[in-house]
C-alpha cells in the first residue's frame, strides 16, 4: 500500500501543541520560519513516499550479508541513502560551519519520524552518523573535526557507535576492549564490539566508528573508559580516504526484523583511533551520541507507529467481513466496534507519542539556543520518556496493525508483521526502556523534582484555563496531573532507590499517559472543542488517560512482593 507522510499532523503540532514559533522567535534559530519548516517537512514527505517507502518490503524480503568481509546491502538502498544524503536530511540540525543546516532539533525530529515510517531499516544509518555529528562537535579536537565533520555532513561518510561486548552488555564499565597509546597521538584499538548497526556498508566511501575502550592506566568501570575515533579507512594527508584499517566485520547478526539493517559483530586488531574528549571521560562524551539517539529511537517507534497505522486502516477500509453493524456503514471491518477500537488507540497513542517527542525536541532547542538550566532540566526529563514511550507506542501499534488483519496478519505477504518485527528491537538499544525508567526516577529526580513538578504545574494550569471552555476535558486532566503528583511525590521520599526501580516503568507510562492527555487537550484547544482532533482527545481522555491510576498504583507499591517469590520458587 502506499504511505502518505503525515505533513499536516507534524505542522499542527508545531503550531498548536509544542509551540515551535518560540524556538524560531530566538536569534540561534531565526531561519527556521514557518515557510521554510514547511517546505522541509514538504520536500522530506515526497522523498519519503516516492523513494524511501518502496525500499521497505525489498530490505526485509533481500537482507544484507557478509560476502568475502564485505556487507552488501539491500537493492535500492544505495539509491536511498544518496536520496537521503544529497538532500541534506543527514544534516538538518549540524552547524553551518561543517556544511550543515543549523536548523532546530524540532524539524530533525519530524524528519527521522517520517524517514523511519518509511523504511525503519535504512533510516538507523543517518541516525547514528547524526549522533556522531553532535558528539563530534562538541568533544573532538579542531583538528578531528575539519576532516570528518565535512564528510559527515555531506553524507559522504557515515558513523556509527561501538558500546556492547559480549560479557558486557548494559554493563558497559565491564568492558574488555582496549587502548594503547602508540607514541604519536594516535593509539592502537583491540577488542570485539557486538550489536554495531550499520557497521559497514557498500555505499559510502567511509565508516567511522566511535569505540569505547580503556586505556593502559584506566581504573576499572565507567570512570576508566575513554573514547576513540576509529575510521574503516585512515583519512590520508588531503583528508581523502586511504590505508584501510585494521579492523573487519566479522558476522552479521541474524535478527528477527530490521533484516535490511546489517548489524555488525565488529573486530578491532590494534586499529589505529584517536582519542575524543579527555582521557578517562569517554561515557560523557558518548552520552552526547546516545541522547541524541534516544530522542532518535523514540522517533523511530513512533514513525513505524504511524506506518503500521496507515496500513492496517488501509486493510481495515478494504475488507469485507460480516454484515455492518452500523447504519450507513462500509460494509467494511473498519465498521466493527473492536477494530475501530483498535484503529482509535493507534492513532490517538501515535499523536501523544509524536507530541511528546516534539516537546523534548523543542526543549533541547530551546537549551540551545539560550542556555538556560530550565530548558536544559526539561529537555533532559523529556529524553527517557520520549524514548520509551515512543518505542512502546510503535510496538504496541505494530502488533495492533497484525490484530487488524486478523489471520493475514500473521502471513508475511500482507507486510502487517514486519513492522511489529523491525520496531522490537528499539525498546532494547540505546538503553533498554528499563533503564530509561530508572534513569527517570534516579538521575532525573535528583534535582528535586523540580523539572517534573514544573511539568505538572503546566498541565495543572492548561487544564484549568480550558474549564470554562472545554470543561468535560480539562477535568480529567486537571485530575490526572493531581493523581501524577502525588505518585511523583512519593517517589521523592524514597532514598532507597530499588523502592523506586521497582516501580519505574509503570510511573514513566503514567507520565507519559498524562503528557499525553496534556497534548489531547492543547489540540482540542485549538479546534475550539470541535473537529477530529477534538473527537480524538476525547476518545484518548474517556479511554486512554484513566490507565494512569493503575499504572501509578503500580509504580507507588514499592518493592513489595516484588521477591517474594525465591530464584526456587520461580522456577518450580
Known amino acids: 500500500m502506499p504511505y502518505r507522510a503525515p505533513v499536516d499532523d507534524y505542522q499542527f503540532i508545531f503550531d498548536h501543541v509544542v509551540d515551535l514559533d518560540q524556538v524560531s522567535q530566538t536569534d540561534r534559530f531565526s531561519e527556521a520560519t514557518p515557510d521554510l519548516t514547511n517546505a522541509i517537512l514538504t520536500e522530506a514527505a515526497r522523498m519519503c513516499e516516492d523513494v524511501l517507502h518502496p525500499l521497505q518490503r525489498v530490505g526485509d524480503q533481500n537482507p544484507a550479508y557478509l560476502e568475502n568481509g564485505v556487507v552488501r546491502t539491500p537493492p535500492g538502498f544505495a539509491d536511498g541513502y544518496k536520496a537521503i544524503a544529497t538532500g541534506g536530511w543527514v544534516s538538518i540540525s549540524a552547524a553551518p560551519a561543517h556544511g550543515g543546516m543549523g536548523l532546530p532539533m524540532a524539524l530533525t525530529t519530524a524528519v527521522n519520524d517520517m524517514i523511519s515510517s518509511a523504511c525503519l531499516s535504512i533510516q538507523l544509518n543517518p541516525l547514528m552518523t547524526q549522533g556522531q555529528i553532535e558528539a563530534l562537535e562538541h568533544h573532538a579536537s579542531d583538528a578531528i573535526k575539519d576532516v570528518y565533520l565535512p564528510k559527515l555532513v555531506s553524507g559522504e561518510w557515515c558513523g556509527t557507535m561501538n558500546l556492547t561486548e559480549a560479557q558486557a552488555g548494559s554493563d558497559v564499565g565491564a568492558l574488555r576492549t582496549k587502548a594503547d597509546p602508540n607514541g604519536d597521538g594516535t593509539y592502537a584499538i583491540t577488542g570485539q564490539k557486538i550489536y554495531i548497526s550499520w557497521g559497514d556498508n557498500d555505499f559510502t566511501e567511509n565508516v567511522c566508528h566511535l569505540v569505547l575502550a580503556r586505556l593502559p592506566d584506566g581504573p576499572a568501570g565507567t570512570k576508566g573508559i575513554s573514547l576513540f575515533l576509529v575510521p574503516k579507512y585512515i583519512p ?8 584501510a584499517n585494521s579492523l573487519s566485520v566479522v558476522s552479521l547478526e541474524h535478527k528477527m526484523g530490521l533484516h535490511g ?20 571521560d569517554g561515557m560523557r562524551a558518548m552520552f552526547t551520541m546516545m541522547n541524541n539517539a534516544r530522542l532518535g529511537v523514540g522517533g523511530q517507534g513512533i514513525g513505524v507507529a504511524e506506518g503500521a497505522y496507515q496500513h492496517a486502516l488501509a486493510y481495515a477500509l478494504d475488507r469485507i467481513q460480516g454484515r455492518t453493524p452500523i447504519d450507513g456503514g462500509t460494509g467494511a471491518i473498519v465498521d466493527h466496534a473492536d477494530v475501530r477500537r483498535m484503529l482509535m488507540t493507534m492513532k490517538a497513542d501515535a499523536f501523544a507519542a509524536r507530541a511528546i517527542a516534539l516537546a523534548c525536541a523543542v526543549a533541547i532547542d530551546m537549551e540551545t539556543a539560550t542556555g538556560t538550566a530550565e530548558w536544559a532540566a526539561r529537555a533532559a526529563f523529556l529524553t527517557p520518556i520520549a524514548k520509551a514511550f515512543g518505542t512502546d507506542t510503535g510496538i504496541a501499534v505494530a502488533d495492533m496493525g497484525v490484530q487488524v488483519h486478523g489471520g493475514m496478519g500473521y502471513i508475511e505477504e500482507t507486510g502487517a508483521a514486519q513492522y511489529l518485527r523491525d520496531v522490537r528491537v528499539s525498546a532494547i538499544y540505546e538503553g533498554t526502556n528499563g533503564i530509561q525508567a530508572m534513569d527517570l526516577v534516579a538521575r532525573k529526580l535528583s534535582d528535586g523534582g523540580e523539572a517534573a513538578h514544573a511539568l505538572i504545574d503546566e498541565i495543572e494550569a492548561q487544564a484549568e484555563a480550558a474549564r470554562s471552555t472545554l470543561p468535560d476535558l480539562a477535568e480529567p486532566v486537571w485530575q490526572a496531573s493531581e493523581t501524577l503528583r502525588e505518585g511523583l511525590d ?45 473527537a480524538l482527545a476525547r476518545f484518548y481522555l474517556a479511554r486512554l488517560l484513566p490507565e494512569h491510576e493503575g499504572l501509578l498504583a503500580h509504580a507507588t507499591a514499592g518493592t513489595d512482593g516484588l521477591y517474594a517469590l525465591s530464584p526456587e520458587d520461580l522456577s518450580a
Open 236 to 243: 590520508d594527508d588531503t583528508g581523502q580516504p586511504g590505508q
Open 261 to 280: 539493517s546489517p548489524t555488525c559483530v565488529m573486530q578491532y586488531d590494534g586499529a589505529t583511533g584517536w582519542l575524543i574528549g579527555k582521557e578517562h
Open 490 to 534: 512519593w517517589m521523592l521520599a524514597r532514598s532507597d532507590l530499588n523502592q523506586r526501580f521497582a516501580g519505574a516503568v509503570p510511573f514513566l507510562r503514567a507520565f507519559a499517559r498524562v503528557l499525553g492527555a496534556h497534548y489531547h487537550l492543547a489540540a482540542a484547544l485549538a479546534e475550539g472543542g470541535t473537529g477530529p482532533r477534538s
